[in-house]
């Protein structure tokens, strides 16, 4: 029986047991439908090389707002990278009553790289179903350097975020979105993945989380050979110069780790890397449950290094999450909780030495105390976007130091009862049910759990930057300890901290692993 005959057959049925009823009441049988964006992605090559994403999507049952009519929208820039919206060609939208005719609006420009759209705007009604088809053409070679969300042709497939090549519905109401990929251009044993899933996939909610996954397909590699281990899996475009598969499985056996000592249960985590053969060859971005690592080709005078911590950092992301609020107020938190992690992880669990987690504090103190935006507000550095790395990197290193002389602190105030992996662990079980976490909950949480001031010292050092961090006693003992420091810049003497190892470091300077932590 098909779900039309089925759903008919219910109405008589129903309809039979009220006409039973001693007293006829009115009855109305609705059947609730999701509006959904049913896309096909078709990578299409030219001379064995990715040129273009072909993308078709049918809208059904879609919802418009009273007044409003329907509209598509896409990124002209999103966080550097230029020309998005640009490159979307071939556009067609069309309905029941035929071709449907669009007038183009771009929001205002975003300063820094910072992201802002492009709208497109229906001229008439329409009826859905509606139907869109477009052609995103591959970021040029050459183009500005940043984060690696462009769609790049690599190693004969096709790889980057769907911020740079989806053109979706801005107003109709989509709650559902299920995507198909062919792979016809490709050889038999190419593949498709994304944040989201591998090969095709359904994704609930609204349509622009499509935006924020990391999509790749072509003749890629991939580790496990199929599934995943320990809710890891990895796909690559290319070879990297150092060995893939290797690494691939350590970042698992480190994923399976930082599920351990964060006591939760792992998300579903994908990497993807890839080589690209022209610039920019971008870095490293992590995405929903997801990080993709971007590479060019080995240079002649380039000492070969695993990227092993910057594999951690990402990984950490997805256990670390965010802080609502406007995007200014987020980085000290998303990046400094994160970076902190990632150094005092690497060294719980016997990932680096404790000299090189000597090496990395006092990277992270040098670029802190000698950097121009110390003193600036995270509203101010953000108004900057990536038009300066050294002030884009602030948030990191400023929100790194603040998290481990919070946790002297807290160990301080508690009389060692409590330190900061308690509670961060409080916070993110909090924050998981749903109760709602920004900077106000944070002052309330650190004023409790640090002492009187602290909410102010928060204000000062890290949201509006008038104070500089002073190191507090204990600040990242027992391994270190804090010592004045003169850095330079531009050749002016400055004043600062840096740490050395602390003649009371011992075994848990480093250990074997995550879990006893």
């Known amino acids: 029986m098909t779900r039309s005959a089925s759903l008919s057959a219910l109405v008589l049925v129903l309809m039979a047991l009220i006409g039973g009823c001693a007293t006829s009441v009115p009855v109305q049988v609705s059947v609730s439908t999701t509006p959904t964006l049913s896309a096909v992605l078709r990578p299409r090559l030219s001379g064995g090389e990715v040129e273009a994403i072909e993308v078709r999507y049918v809208i059904q049952d879609g919802v418009l707002p009273a007044g409003e009519a329907f509209s598509l929208v896409a990124p002209v820039v999103y966080d550097t990278v230029e020309g998005i919206a640009d490159r979307m060609i071939d556009l067609k939208v069309e309905d029941a009553d035929g071709p449907v005719v669009l007038t183009v609006f771009d929001d205002p420009v975003a300063p820094g790289g910072s992201p802002y759209y492009r709208r497109w705007r229906a001229d008439r009604g329409v009826r859905f179903p509606v139907r869109v088809s477009y052609s995103a053409l591959v970021q040029p070679a050459g183009a500005r350097g940043g ?8 190693a004969g497939g096709v790889s980057g975020a769907g911020s740079s090549f989806l053109l979706l519905p801005d107003n109709a ?7 198909h990929w062919e792979l016809g251009g490709f050889d038999a044993r190419s593949l498709a993945a994304s944040s989201f899933g591998d090969g095709d996939f359904d994704l609930a909610g609204a349509p622009d989380a499509l935006l924020k996954g990391w999509y790749m397909a072509g003749p890629a590699g991939r580790y496990p050979a199929t599934g995943d281990a ?3 899996s990895a796909t690559w475009l290319g070879r990297p110069p150092w060995d893939v598969e290797d690494t691939m499985a350590w970042s698992g056996r480190v994923y399976a780790d930082l599920a351990r000592f964060f006591q939760t249960e792992a998300p579903r985590y994908r990497v993807f890397v890839r080589v690209l053969a022209t610039p920019p060859f971008g870095g490293g971005t992590a995405m929903t449950n997801s990080f993709l ?8 005078d380039e000492v070969v290094e695993v990227p092993k911590r910057t594999l951690v950092h990402e990984m950490i992301h997805g256990f670390v999450g965010g802080i609502e609020g406007p995007r200014w107020e987020q980085g000290w938190f998303a990046e400094g909780l994160t970076s902190h992690y990632t150094s005092q992880l690497q060294l719980r669990g016997g990932y680096i030495t404790l000299e090189g987690y000597v090496r990395e504090i006092n990277q992270a ?3 802190y105390y000698t950097n121009p935006a110390r003193n600036w507000s995270a509203e101010r550095i953000a108004s900057v976007g990536f038009d300066d790395p050294r002030v884009r990197r602030l948030p990191y290193v400023r929100g790194q130091l603040y998290f481990a002389a919070l946790d002297a602190r807290v ?10 992996d308690t509670v961060m662990r409080e916070v993110f079980v909090r924050r998981d049910a749903g ?6 909950a944070w002052r309330e949480i650190v004023e409790r759990e640090a002492g009187p001031g602290s909410a102010a010292r928060f204000d000062a050092v890290v949201l509006q930057g008038t104070e500089t961090l002073i190191p507090p006693p204990g600040m990242l003992a027992p391994c270190l300890a804090a010592e004045p420091a003169i850095y330079e810049n531009a050749g002016a003497p400055i004043e600062g901290y840096r740490w050395i190892v602390s003649a009371q470091a011992g075994r848990g300077c480093g250990g074997p692993g995550l879990a006893g932590w």
Not at 293 to 300: A, I
Not at 435 to 440: A, G, L, Q, S, V
Request: aromatic fraction near 8%.
């Open 147 to 154: 984060p690696p969300l462009g769609i790049r042709p690599s």
């Open 173 to 179: 109401g989509v709650g559902r979105s299920r995507i």
């Open 230 to 232: 320990d809710g890891f």
């Open 293 to 300: 690592f971007s590479r060019g080709p080995l240079r002649s």
């Open 365 to 367: 103190a040098e670029e």
């Open 411 to 420: 160990r301080t105030y508690s009389d060692g009862r409590r330190d900061l």
């Open 435 to 440: 109760e709602r976490f920004d900077n106000t």
